[in-house]
């Protein structure tokens, strides 16, 4: 007898280890990595794992070793260079291979034991069932589809999943039915003539059978006109062409149909074949894009990764786009990275304009059906694969075989570095290591690097090419700061706008061009106030105050999306003069309509933009001039190409620079630039005016002079005596815990025998800014690592306090979880 085999499986779970399963020797031949198998988990859980490795080591210790159940899958959905760059990440990130899995499958991939089960409508009924078999087939046939929960319920047990099993293996139900329900490829119906009236001679027959039913007999004329009697004699029409074109009802239809004159068939095309573009021209580049093009591939021959540092609009997109050419006569594959999914839509006309049906975009906000169709179009390398992927941060995961590029637009955005849940990690920097491991160029690109990367580019880690011209020569705009507390001292403020500002936007509207006013708060106010006594409304979930809504007429939450109704009367003293205070987009966009009631004003923000396609039809109007000024949040600053835009407004720089971060400069910089950077890109110089109660502060000075050289040398300095990134690499640990006082001790206990272990390198434990949020306390422990060290022997010896102060008895119902190079 051979020597059993095991498989090492990964589950979707939080756990660090893999998990080993005896696999039956009738699935032996089938077995491959990288399928997926149910396997059950617990007493009562079943779940679809990844089958990671197979081999012939009996699992050491006398457990209960269990088989594999089932094999999902013929052919393995993931490829070998998917689960290294998913090593790296647990192994970096300090996660769970499980976690990683489930961040880079789309979820109709994955099957938890709520999944559906159906019915198989190709089960053959002749086959042997029990009575609870029938009882439960009988049930699912009637309902059509039921979870693993109601099945138990309905056959009165623990775990139905023998049952299950028993049917899965006579065909008669559909496990994976949630897959393949989602994934169900589209089809459109086409309309033929039965096989008895294949031949003309059948034909001439063929009204006998509709009499003197009128609606019938045009239907089937213009049928027949359109098919066996047209010069193009085709054979099929679609069912939609021919109730379109002849009025007529589908019921009619169906009665043609169903005397067996007409049949209709189900059709498969592909879901993601909607519009056709022609791939149309490439722009020539200007020669600083040419010369640029020409040392990014000199960079790219040295194996590191090249930093294109380009002022706004030079013109990066357009050196991307050449590269990309290059790569795809090579016939291999890009992946072209942006930070946020609102800026998809302009880049992608961009790249089907000079590369057609070739590009095409990937995200989270498609639906499942569509995620798994483009995964498998490119696992197996179909035709219609599309061969430049442009993507947010969840395409690194995407199943590449042969990338030749990729590309990391907006390199400095934090939007790159997932927050919640683990794996949180950083896609720029999951793209270096995927360039590795696929042995591809990567490409950063952006006008206002982050300091890693910089720094990286001045240690020759990576290489620096600069563009320092914006493309047709147009001075970047001229910045103006104004100074928002001497306006108001002298009664000169225009409702929230200085005069400065007044004045722009009114001569930018009167020479109709465009204006894009930037603030960074939503809503109509941040918060409430009670004049006589001071008290603010909070949220009861979480430590901060609630924003104002005002067409919504409701205090929301912004952390935990809490709603209540507008207080009447202080919550403290009982006064009913309680005024807002501070002022969001809602606010800007109603004094707008105040200030120049003859503008079309129009706001872009998270609640502006809920609805799949409102964004880009923001963006659409503002493009094709149907808006004459825009107000939005950090949406609007980023990446956009506008060609009429001539004044940016930043309504108040303040609150960006008083942020107590570490970051805050950086970031307040790269805000400003950027949102500047939309201003004047095409004819004309444009202009951008800075609201500021601190007008001599030096980081305004540094952005209206374009310095980004002064600010990055200054704060470097403080970055190495406080011992920040990019000097040294930041591992924050959260802690959380209902419960304040079972936070702060178990809290404590951490930072003790961390700080044994790590000594000085240790912070904390401190509240961060926002104590409390959704009903949990919240402290932060930070690690300071020395980047020349391995940091991963002090990563494991992390996780391991981390493991061992969670069992503690006491604390129960404490998270713990570490953050590698917070953002
Ligand atoms: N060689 C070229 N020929 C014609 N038009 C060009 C060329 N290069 C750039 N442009 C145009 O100039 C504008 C700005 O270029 P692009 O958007 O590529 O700049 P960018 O450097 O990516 O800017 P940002 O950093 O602000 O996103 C675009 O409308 C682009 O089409
Ligand atoms: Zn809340």
Known sequence: ?????????????????????????????????GVRVIVQFGARKYFSALVYRLHQEPPSGDFDLKSIDAILDKEPIVNQAQIIAWEWVADYYCCSLGEVFKAALPSALKLESQSNVSFNPHFNMEEELTGEEEALLLMLQGRGQANIKEINQFLGRKSSYATLKVLLEKNAILIEERLKDSYKPKTIGVVKL?????????????????????????????????????????????????????????AVLKVVVDKGILTIEEVEIGRLI??????????????????????????FQTKRPVLLHGVTSSGKTEVYIKLIEEVLAQNKQVLYLVPEIGLTSQLNNRLKRAFGDRAGIYHSKFNDAERVEIWFNIL?????????????????????????????????????????????YHARDMAVVLGQIHKAPVLLGTATPSFESYFNAKLKKYALVELKERFQGIELPEIVVADIRKATRQRQMKSLLTPELYDEVKQALEKEEQVILFQNRRGF??????????????????????????????????????????????????????????????????????LFPEARVARMDLDTTRAKRSFDQLIYKFETKQIDILVGTQMVTKGLDFEHVRVVGILNADQMLNYPDFRSFERSFQLMAQ??????????????????????????????????????????????????PPYFRLVKIVVKHKSRER?????????????????????????????????????????????????????????????????????????????VDPM
């Open 1 to 33: 007898m051979s020597k059993p085999l095991f498989a090492d499986v990964i589950l979707p779970l939080p756990l660090r280890d893999k998990f080993t399963y005896l696999v039956p020797a009738s699935f032996e031949p089938n077995m491959k990595l």
């Open 194 to 250: 039965s096989d008895q009236f294949s031949t003309p001679k059948a034909i001439e027959n063929i009204f006998e059978g509709i009499g003197r039913a009128k609606k019938q007999r045009e239907l089937l004329e213009y049928f027949l006109a359109e098919t066996v009697f047209s010069e193009e004699s085709q054979n099929s029409l679609t069912k939609k062409e021919l109730l379109e074109q002849t009025g007529i009802s589908d």
């Open 274 to 299: 909607q519009n056709h573009t022609e791939e149309q021209f490439l722009y020539e580049l200007n020669e600083a894009q040419e010369k640029a093009l020409v040392q990014v591939k000199e960079g």
């Open 380 to 424: 197996e390398e179909k035709e219609d694969a599309y061969q430049v992927v442009l993507g947010a941060r969840s395409a690194v995961f995407l199943p590449f075989k042969k990338l030749g590029l990729i590309i990391v637009d907006e390199e400095h955005e934090n939007s790159y570095k997932q927050f919640d849940p683990a794996p949180r």
């Open 525 to 594: 106010a941040p918060y409430m106030q009670c004049t006589s006594c001071g008290w603010i409304p909070k949220c009861q979930n979480c430590d901060v105050s609630l924003t104002y809504h005002k067409y919504r007429s409701s205090l929301v939450c912004h952390y935990c999306g809490h709603t209540t109704s507008l207080p009447d009367t202080c919550g403290e003293c009982h006064s009913d003069d309680i005024r807002t205070k501070g002022y969001g987009t809602e606010q800007i966009e109603e004094e707008l309509g105040i």
């Open 675 to 724: 949102v500047s950077g939309r201003a004047g890109r095409k004819n004309k110089r444009g202009k951008v005016v800075i609201q500021t109660s601190q007008p001599t502060h030096e980081v305004l000075a540094e952005v209206a002079s374009n310095s980004f050289d002064l600010l990055f040398n200054r704060q470097m300095l403080e970055r190495k005596l406080f011992r920040y």
């Open 743 to 819: 936070l702060d001790l178990g809290a404590n206990q951490l930072a003790a025998i961390l700080r044994k272990l790590f000594v000085n390198q240790v912070l904390g434990p401190e509240y961060p800014v926002i104590s409390r949020v959704q009903t949990w306390y919240q402290k932060e422990i930070w690690l300071k690592l020395d980047k020349n060290k391995q940091l991963s022997p002090a990563k494991k010896q992390l996780m391991d306090v981390i493991g061992q102060i969670k069992g503690l008895p006491n604390n129960g119902g404490l998270i713990i979880y570490a953050d």
